[in-house]
């Protein structure tokens, strides 16, 4: 008969047990590690500002296949982020498909669009997308269809944009991005609530907020260099 | 030499022709067809628009006294198409109207919209709601009203944004054509996500819910929406209290459920029911609330969004008649491409989008009982005052007598 001491006995009593628990423990230590601190705005309860890195935001590439060259997207990533897109400066639309004032935006970006996509010293710096919340993908796409949209709008049925970009969001709200020192799309440079109805002012707002290096000469010889 | 001359001569003479005769035509009476239900099953709504458009040149006379003198020619909407084109012929050929404006059911502004293509007039339509008669590239056809498809967006909206449900029970009358159809609605809120745990067409004459509601509230849907007549609209709430059914939000589908009697009927039952709806006296544009008090006194019944699209249509048509330069269907048709202004509907402007073309653009609304008042909570920023969600439920509102 073999003798052990009392711990080990509880130890091959209950192998299994204590093997899953401290698994669990585990499991929960590095996921809190790995946690992302809470977002400085949405702590503070306010909306992202200029200024502000503009956060991690997963959105489904396989929702707008036929924009993935407009975006200049990886071939094969399904899960993108804003920091993906190739641009200078990003206007993400927050919609709601439903909602008039964002009905009315969608046209004003879709002229915008129209616009940019026929200048040559626009085209590819500034690009559009939108992002609808509380709406499918099904109504999602009856919208870009109804209202003839020329650039990409992606779903957020379950309402991330609240715990992205800021408690109280309310449709529809302009965010303009611009690159980080590191090239990637992720400075808050601007934002707005509420309607643009004029494509020439909105487009004036973003050439802007172009580096300056990328900016039309045209603005820059209105003396509108260095505007913010 | 003296060929070229007279031939210049004959040209300035010939301007000064056409734009005497452009300014002396345009000076006169204008003579505007107006195309409405005056008789059968649809007279109330024909009759509303035809006093709310008079109402509307009475108030554009008082105010501009030197403005264009218009003579509306009324004519009865018949139900047969073949009727119908040859009334759109008759003001055309024989009345000598300049431009038709018509508040009628779908059906026969199809036929109407169609002649007047056809012959080349210019016509506003200002109640039928079919998404395709402006997705035809009619050329002189345009739309002051919303197209069906948008009449539930501000709801839609709500649900969306705010609400987020998971289930919806639908309540219809039969007989009932609010601004939603069940069916539309229903799709719609599949395809928003939200299962539909109950779709019940209800007879007109319906007077116990009770069975209906006790299977309502087993399956505790989120959201109640109800097309219904004013008298259903009244014994559902007032049953819905009794059976202490409590969603998240009774949302009406017009009908019975913006009427000021529903309030009155319903009392503090009424409290916190929502509807949607397109126009309503509460909304902020100039004339709107003058218009429903004008009308309230003079007819003593209230005037619902027919009447204010009627009133509408005939600010259009004289801001139109204003700024056209001649009474050519050519230039009339380009004041009304040109419009942009303010009425009691809202800002007019007609615009192509998606498959339509010479549409203008209007938001709708949510309303919400409190107190007895109807107040506008949805969109927000034309919101009269902050809405309340969810249903706070029934354990503070006693019944009262009935």
Known sequence: ?228 | MKRKEAVIRFSALSVCLVLFLSFSSHAGPVRVGVLVHLTGDLSEFGQMQRKSMMIALENIRKREADSISIVPVFRDTPADPGKVRAVVNDLVSTKGVSIITAGMTSTTAWVAASQAQSLGIPFLICTASADKITEQGWKYVFRLNPPFSEYGNAMLWFLSEIARPKTVAILREEGFSGLLSSDNLSERCQKSGYEIVLNYLYKKDTKDFEPVLNKIKKKNPDVIAMGAFLNSAVRLIRQCRELRVTPRIFMGLGGGFTLPQFGELCGNAADFVCSITIWHPSVPYPGGRQYYDTYLERYHCHPDYHGAEAYAAMQVVADVLERTPSLDPEDIRASLLATDMTTIIGRVKFVSYGNKMQQNRLPTYLLQWEGGRMSLVWPPDLASRKYVYPFPGWKRRPAEQE
């Open chain 1, 1 to 228: 008969m073999e003798s052990s001491a009392p711990g080990a006995w509880i130890f091959r009593q209950f192998q299994d047990i204590l093997i899953i628990m401290g698994f669990s423990l585990a499991l929960a230590v590095s996921a809190n590690t790995i946690r992302h601190d809470p977002l400085p705005w949405v702590a503070e309860r306010r909306l992202l500002e200029p200024g502000d890195r503009f956060p991690y935001f997963p959105l489904a590439s396989s929702e707008i296949p036929e924009f993935r060259d407009y975006l200049g997207l990886p071939p094969d990533k399904e899960i993108i982020t804003v920091a993906d897109i190739q641009a200078d400066l990003l206007v993400v639309e927050i919609l709601n498909v439903f909602c008039f004032p964002c009905q009315t935006q969608a046209l004003t970006l879709n002229r915008v669009w129209k616009i940019i996509e026929h200048r040559p010293d626009l085209k590819g710096k500034i690009k559009i997308i939108g992002i609808a919340l509380g709406n499918t993908k099904e109504m999602v796409r009856d919208f870009s269809t109804d209202y003839g949209l020329s650039f990409p709008v992606f779903s957020d049925a379950d309402a991330r944009s609240e715990k992205i970009i800021g408690p109280g969001i309310h449709t529809p709200f302009s965010l303009y991005i611009r690159r980080d020192g590191s090239g990637r799309l992720t400075v808050v440079a601007g934002t707005h609530s509420g309607v643009i109805e004029d494509p020439g002012l909105l487009l004036k707002t973003l050439t802007r907020l172009l580096p300056e290096e990328e900016r039309p000469a045209s603005d820059i010889r209105n003396g509108e260099a260095g505007s913010r």
